[in-house]
T-cell receptor, first 114, second 111 residues
Framework: EAEVAQSPRYKITEKSQAVAFWCDPI?????LYWYRQILGQGPELLVQ????????DSQLPKDRFSAERLKGVDSTLKIQPAELGDSAMYLC????????????FGNGTRLTVT | QKEVEQNSGPLSVPEGAIASLNCTYS??????FFWYRQYSGKSPELIMS????GDKEDGRFTAQLNKASQYVSLLIRDSQPSDSATYLC???????????FGRGTSLIVHP
């Protein structure tokens, strides 16, 4: 079964450093999502792409976070500078479309900021 | 703000029992509903999707949707210790392309 690929699986960084996460969605999936999940809470959307266009980034802290999906396939999420409160699981998901298709998640990146 | 509410639990059931997990949502126009299972430290995995009122069965899992009462539930029959996980409810609100997740219900199945 096709999977969403994410890397790295784990990342430890010091505050004020830059960090980047990569995601490759399931082939043919037009919609890509980045979610952040804090322990004990549900995933919260950071940014949603439809092909290469941003559909929603209203919850993305744009002073430090950026996301791109230049060719409408894989995507990168960057944090610069990282803060202690950014420690969380960062989840990438993709879906066939954004209308009613379920999301398929990658393994996630566990970020620890020290 | 469109909300999805779940009891955080934990819900504890004995092995072999039926586990019932509930989710309510605020947006009456919501059309698509999903249940995910998430093991500790892992990412969510899709269990079921449901779009119409009524029941939908898949193996030991049954999703139930009642749009008039704005709730969706997941029943797990013959619960096994391997079902112990957090179950996330996700809703696609009407007129929105952004799936919203509840905080999840922790299920513990004890032998």
């Amino acid at each position: 079964e096709a999977e969403v690929a994410q890397s790295p699986r784990y990342k430890i960084t010091e505050k004020s450093q830059a960090v980047a996460f990569w995601c490759d969605p399931i082939s043919g999936h037009a919609t890509l999502y980045w979610y952040r999940q804090i322990l004990g809470q549900g995933p919260e959307l950071l940014v949603q792409f439809q092909d290469e266009s941003v559909v929603d980034d209203s919850q993305l802290p744009k002073d430090r976070f950026s996301a791109e999906r230049l060719k409408g396939v894989d995507s990168t999420l960057k944090i610069q500078p990282a803060e202690l409160g950014d420690s969380a699981m960062y989840l990438c998901a993709s879906s066939l479309d954004s209308y009613n298709s379920p999301l398929h998640f990658g393994n996630g990146t566990r970020l620890t900021v020290t | 703000q469109k909300e999805v509410e779940q009891n955080s639990g934990p819900l504890s059931v004995p092995e072999g029992a039926i586990a019932s997990l509930n989710c309510t949502y605020s947006d009456r126009g919501s059309q698509s509903f999903f249940w995910y299972r998430q093991y500790s430290g892992k990412s969510p995995e899709l269990i079921m999707s449901i779009y119409s009122n009524g029941d939908k069965e898949d193996g030991r899992f049954t999703a139930q949707l009642n749009k008039a009462s704005q709730y969706v539930s997941l029943l797990i029959r013959d619960s096994q210790p391997s079902d112990s996980a957090t179950y996330l409810c996700a809703v696609l609100p009407g007129g929105s392309y952004i799936p919203t997740f509840g905080r999840g219900t922790s299920l513990i199945v004890h032998p």
